[in-house]
Every structure is written in C-alpha cells, then in structure tokens.
C-alpha cells in the first residue's frame, strides 16, 4: 500500500515563529514531492514542488527532502495568521506515467496573533 | 487565464437522481483527473484521463463515470445518486509530464439527501 502520511493537528504557533510540517512516504521510488496550501472552504493551492535531495526556499517557504529517509518537510519562516489552513504533502506516484499523485491527510496550522 | 473551472458550485440532490459535474483547463495540459474530499479522508482519486481519449480508475470509482470529451473537458456523472456521495469533488489537471504539478478548480460543494 503506497502511503502518504502526516500528522493531522492542529499545530498551533505563535505569528513571527516557525511552523514545522512533516510528511513521510513509503514508496522509495517516489521522485517528486509536492506541498499544497488549502483554506477552509476553498480548493488546494500548489505552494511548493522539491525533486532533488536538500532544501528548496521560496520566500517564507523552504522544502526540505530526504530521499533515503522518505521524508519531506515544510518550514514557514515568520509565521503570519493567513498561513493558518491545512497543508497537503503529495507524492507522484510509481510508475510516474500515470501523473497521479498520493496524497496525505492533511496537518492544520493553526497561527496565533 | 481562468486556469481550471467547475460547475456548479453547488448541488442538492434526492437519492436516486443523476448529475454530470463539468471541468475545463484552459492551460492545455495533458492530464485531467477528479477527487473526492470528505473530513477525515483527505483527498481520494474517482477517476483520472492521462491523455485525450483515455480514462482510468483511481481509488474509488464505484458509482461514478467520467468522459474526456475533448482535451480541455472532463466530466463526472453519477448515475444513481447515494449519500455516501455527499462530498466536495474537486477536477485537476496537469501537463501529464515530467513533475506533473496539478492545478485544482474551485470544487463543486454536493449534498445527496
């Protein structure tokens, strides 16, 4: 069973800290990994796409993989309220001709004024 | 650009009525694929078209049928509508190569009473 798995949350920090968001997979094969922003009541946004093994930054954000311990993470630098939604980790799937993405259940973040 | 669009927004249905929920991209991509989200669930894959002229099964296609009509339109019909179908169905698509990033619609809320 090829799995995407986070921790649902809430996690809840402080506005100006650092949010942590964790994902790990089980398909080893898996070669491109995808976080997505999703607002209550509205459709996932694609926030962040990381293929190689490192870090990827983009302003706030940094993607961060780990290929040999099947892991992705996503740092928020200087938390801000209107971060507050759930973020979906999304894995391509294998075999990659498909297109189709797994994807996790979700982790709340909750940022406190 | 209007990216990917939905309609409609929002659904009521009886038991046993039938609906067809209709998804354009105007971004020429490739791939097109529908989801279900439920609470608790995370994001579940209906049914995906790789390319024109071609569709597959994903995680839970029972009750559900789609057409790739064209390269920008995919449709979800539910022939005989239940409860359990209650849920917001989310379309994408994606350029079906390389990374495959997927762009969402807004979703079309259903409630099947």
């Known amino acids: 069973q090829k799995e995407v798995e986070q921790n649902s949350g809430p996690l809840s920090v402080p506005e100006g800290a650092i949010a942590s968001l964790n994902c790990t997979y089980s398909d080893r094969g898996s070669q491109s990994f995808f976080w997505y922003r999703q607002y209550s009541g509205k459709s996932p946004e694609l926030i962040m796409s990381?293929?190689?093994?490192g870090d990827k930054e983009d302003g706030r954000f940094t993607a961060q993989l780990n290929k040999a311990s099947q892991y992705v993470s996503l740092l928020i630098r200087d938390s801000q309220p209107s971060d507050s939604a759930t973020y979906l980790c999304a894995v391509k799937g294998v075999p990659s001709n498909t297109g189709k993405l797994i994807f996790g259940q979700g982790t709340t973040l909750q940022v406190k004024p | 650009n209007a990216g990917v669009t939905q309609t409609p927004k929002f659904q009521v249905l009886k038991t046993g009525q039938s609906m067809t929920l209709q998804c354009a991209q105007d971004?020429?991509?490739?791939?097109m694929y529908w989801y279900r989200q439920d609470p608790g669930m995370g994001l579940r894959l209906i049914y995906y078209?790789?390319?024109?002229?071609?569709?597959d099964k994903g995680e839970v296609p029972n009750g559900y049928n789609v057409s790739r009509l064209n390269k920008r339109e995919f449709s979800l019909r539910l022939e005989s509508a239940a409860p359990s179908q209650t849920s917001v169905y989310f379309c994408?698509?994606?350029?079906?190569?390389?990374?495959?990033?997927?762009?969402f619609g807004p979703g079309t809320r259903l409630t099947v009473l």
């Open positions: 971004m020429n991509h490739n791939s």
């Open positions: 994408a698509s994606s350029d079906g190569q390389g990374a495959n990033e997927q762009f």
């Open positions: 078209s790789a390319s024109e002229g071609t569709t």
């Open positions: 990381i293929y190689s093994n």
